[in-house]
C-alpha cells in the first residue's frame, strides 16, 4: 500500500543529495527555496493500439500499452447504401482528393511531435475500450465518509486510428468514472464514450471526416482537409450542422446535469446511471437558449449557484462572449466583449464581484495556413491583459483591461478582491503562467515552464505586479476548494509535472506560511489533475477534505484510484481499477445526494 511510503515534515535545504530523496518522499519546502521536478521517461511496448470498440469487457491484468503503428493511406469509407447517383460520384471524387492530393501535400510536411500520433498516444497515452461496470473492485484502506458518490474524468481517447496529424487535444471524449460508497467500503468502475454527432457518424462510416483543429488544421493540407469536409457535407454525406466537437476536456455538474465540454461545440449532457454506468443524454443546448460553444471551464459561484460561461470565436466578431445561468438554467443575455484578434480562451476566473477575462499571446490567424503553418501561434507582438467585467452587467461598457506583460495562463485557480491599505482596490489572480506560450501546440525547442504566479491588478491605478509563488517547480492542472471559488484561499493544490498531463505527484502550496507539501506517487507512477472533494457541506476548515486522482503504475501496468487527505497529504486509500486508464484532462465529483436529484432529459 502506497499510504505506507516514507513521510517527512522537513523544510527543504539547499542541496539535495540524490534524485531518489525527491521521488519517494513528501516534503514541506519553503517557496524561496530550490524545488525540483521529476524527469518523465515513455517506453512503450510495440503491440497494436485497442482503437476498435469492443462489445463486452472482460477484466484482465492491463497489458502495457503499445505504440501506433505507422500512418497508413485512410481507409474507404463505408457510406449509406441508400446515396443518390450523384452524391456515389462526387464522393469517389471527394475519396480521390483526400488520398492523392492531401496525402501528396503532408508527405512533403514532416509532423511535429505535437501532432504526431506515434508521440502523442504512446505509452499511457494510447487510446482504450470501452469498459462496462466492474463492481468488487479492491479497496486498500477506508473511503472517507465524505465520498459517497462517483468521480467523473474526462480525457480523449481517440475511436479510430489517425491518417494525419493528431494533437493530445483532439482524441474522441471518453468519461471515467469510479462509484465509491463509504459506508460499504466498496466501489466500482467504468468507462464510456461521449457520443457525440461527430463520434456517431464518424464510428458508423469507419473513418475519420471531421478535421482535427490542431492536428490537420495547418499548412496547405489543412486548407484542401477543410474544404474537403465542407463539400462531403455539402452533398449530404456528413452532417456538421449537429456540431463539430469532441466533449473531451472538462466536466461540470450543474442543475442536476453532468456535461461534458471542449471549447469547440455545445456541452453534451451525461447521466449517470444508479449502477455508476454512463449513457450520453445529448448534445445540450439549455432549452434551446444557448447557440454557441462553451469553453471547457465554466464556473459555478458557491454563493450563488449561477454559472458564468465564455465563449469564443476563431473565425468572426465578436470573437468572445460572456453569459450566464440562474439556478434555473434561464441564460442571461450575451455580453459581446471587444477583441482585436480571436483568441485562445480556455480558462478564466471569477471574483465576488467580477469575471476576469484573460487576452493572452496564443492567438488564432488562419491566413498562417496559407503560408504553411499553424493558424495557434504565439504573437510576440501582443501585450497580454486581464479583462474585469462586472459580473451583472449587459454590456462590455464598464470593462478595465489592465496590461501583464508576457503573462500566458493556460489555468486560473481562483480570484478575489483586496484593499490596500491606502483604500485602492486590487483583484488578485491565481494562475499557472506557462513558457513558451505555444508550446502545447507548437514544437520548441525551449524547456517546459508552468510557474504557480500571483498576478494583482490595481483598479484603482490600472497597474499590475506578477510574481512566482513556487520558482523551479512546474505546476499545473489543479484547483482550489471549490466551496471558496471567487473569494480567498490559502490553499491550491496542483499537480507537479514536466509532460503535463501526466503528473508525477502533487503539490499543496500554502500560500500564507508560504510552504509546499509534495506527495509523490513514487518510481514509474504517474496521474494527472488532483481533484478536491470538501470534507463537508460548510466549510470547517478550507484543507479538510481529500484529493482524488488516476495513477498509472507503468512498470506494474495497473492502473488505481489514489484518495490523498489534503491536511496532511497522506494517503488513506485507493482502488484497484480493472483496465489500463489513460492519462486524461479534468474531473469531477458528483455527491449521492446531488444523484439523486439528476435530470436525465
Known amino acids: 500500500m502506497h499510504a505506507n511510503q516514507p513521510f517527512s515534515t522537513t523544510f527543504l535545504p539547499s542541496k539535495l543529495d540524490t534524485p531518489t530523496q525527491i521521488q519517494m518522499s513528501k516534503t514541506l519546502v519553503p517557496l524561496n527555496s530550490p524545488c525540483f521536478t521529476c524527469k518523465i521517461l515513455i517506453n512503450p511496448s510495440k503491440r497494436p493500439l485497442p482503437f476498435e470498440l469492443k462489445p463486452t469487457f472482460k477484466p484482465q491484468p492491463s497489458p502495457r500499452p503499445p505504440s501506433p503503428q505507422p500512418l497508413s493511406p485512410p481507409p474507404k469509407p463505408i457510406y449509406p447504401p441508400n446515396l443518390n447517383p450523384l452524391q456515389k460520384l462526387a464522393s469517389n471524387a471527394l475519396d480521390f482528393v483526400e488520398k492523392s492530393l492531401i496525402a501528396e501535400l503532408e508527405s512533403k510536411q514532416p509532423l511535429q511531435k505535437t501532432v504526431d500520433p506515434a508521440v502523442q498516444l504512446s505509452g499511457n497515452f494510447a487510446p482504450v475500450p470501452e469498459c462496462p461496470v466492474q463492481r468488487g473492485l479492491e479497496v486498500v484502506g477506508r473511503i472517507p465518509t465524505c465520498l459517497n458518490g462517483v468521480y467523473l474524468r474526462n480525457g480523449a481517447n481517440p475511436l479510430l486510428p489517425p491518417t494525419s496529424g493528431h494533437h493530445l487535444f483532439d482524441g474522441d471524449g471518453m468519461i471515467h468514472a469510479v462509484k465509491l460508497e463509504a459506508g460499504s467500503n466498496k466501489a466500482s468502475y467504468s468507462c464510456r464514450f461521449t457520443r457525440t454527432s461527430r463520434f456517431e457518424q464518424e464510428a458508423a462510416l469507419g473513418k475519420p471526416l471531421f478535421p482535427k483543429p ?29 456540431g463539430t466537437g469532441v466533449a473531451n476536456a472538462g466536466l461540470v455538474y450543474f442543475n442536476g446535469r453532468l456535461l461534458a465540454m ?4 455545445l456541452p453534451y449532457h451525461v447521466a449517470v446511471k444508479a449502477n455508476g454506468d454512463l449513457k450520453t443524454i445529448g448534445r445540450f443546448n439549455f432549452s434551446g437558449q444557448l447557440t454557441c460553444p462553451m469553453i471547457a471551464h465554466p464556473k459555478v459561484d458557491p454563493s450563488t449557484g449561477e454559472l458564468f460561461v465564455l465563449s469564443y470565436d476563431v473565425v468572426k466578431k465578436p470573437y468572445l462572449k ?20 480571436p483568441t485562445m480562451i480556455h480558462d478564466f476566473a471569477i471574483s465576488e464581484n467580477y469575471v476576469v477575462i484573460p487576452d493572452h499571446q496564443v492567438v488564432f490567424k488562419l491566413p498562417e495556413m496559407i503560408r504553411g503553418g499553424s493558424p495557434v501561434m504565439h504573437d510576440p507582438k501582443k501585450t497580454s491583459r486581464f479583462g474585469l467585467l462586472p459580473k451583472y452587467d449587459s454590456d462590455e461598457s464598464r470593462i478595465q483591461w489592465i496590461d501583464v506583460p508576457d503573462c500566458f495562463c493556460f489555468h486560473l485557480w481562483n480570484a478575489w478582491e483586496e484593499y490596500s491599505s491606502r483604500g485602492e482596490k486590487f483583484v488578485v489572480i491565481l494562475g499557472s503562467c506557462i513558457s513558451p506560450p505555444d508550446l502545447i501546440f507548437n514544437e520548441k525547442a525551449d524547456l517546459f515552464r508552468s510557474e504557480l504566479s500571483e498576478i494583482r491588478l490595481n483598479l484603482s491605478t490600472g497597474e499590475s505586479t506578477r510574481r512566482v509563488i513556487v520558482p523551479g517547480l512546474n505546476l499545473e492542472a489543479g484547483q482550489v476548494n ?23 505527484g502533487v503539490a499543496k502550496v500554502d500560500l500564507e506560511n508560504k510552504t509546499v507539501t509534495k506527495f509523490f506517487y513514487g518510481d514509474g507512477r504517474f496521474g494527472g489533475e488532483p481533484f478536491f472533494v470538501p470534507g463537508s457541506s460548510r466549510v470547517v476548515r478550507e484543507d479538510h477534505g481529500f484529493l482524488l486522482s488516476f495513477v498509472r503504475d507503468e512498470d506494474g501496468e495497473k492502473s488505481e484510484l489514489v484518495v490523498i487527505r489534503a491536511l496532511d497529504m497522506k494517503q488513506v486509500a485507493s482502488v ?6 489513460p492519462y486524461g484532462f479534468h ?15
Open 482 to 504: 471549490k466551496q471558496l471559488l471567487g473569494r480567498k484561499t490559502r490553499f491550491v493544490y496542483l499537480a507537479t509535472t514536466d509532460a503535463w498531463p501526466k503528473c508525477s
Open 576 to 581: 484497484k481499477l480493472p483496465t489500463r486508464v
Open 214 to 242: 490542431i492536428g490537420e488544421l495547418h499548412g496547405h493540407a489543412g486548407i484542401v482537409r477543410l474544404a474537403l469536409f465542407y463539400a462531403r457535407a455539402f452533398i449530404g454525406l456528413i452532417d456538421g450542422k449537429r
Open 262 to 265: 471542449s471549447e469547440d461545440d
Open 587 to 601: 474531473g469531477t465529483f458528483v455527491s449521492s445526494q446531488d444523484l439523486k436529484r439528476q435530470k436525465i432529459v
Open 322 to 341: 460572456y453569459f450566464r445561468f440562474d439556478t434555473c438554467s434561464r441564460k442571461s443575455r450575451n455580453v459581446d466583449i471587444t477583441l482585436q484578434q
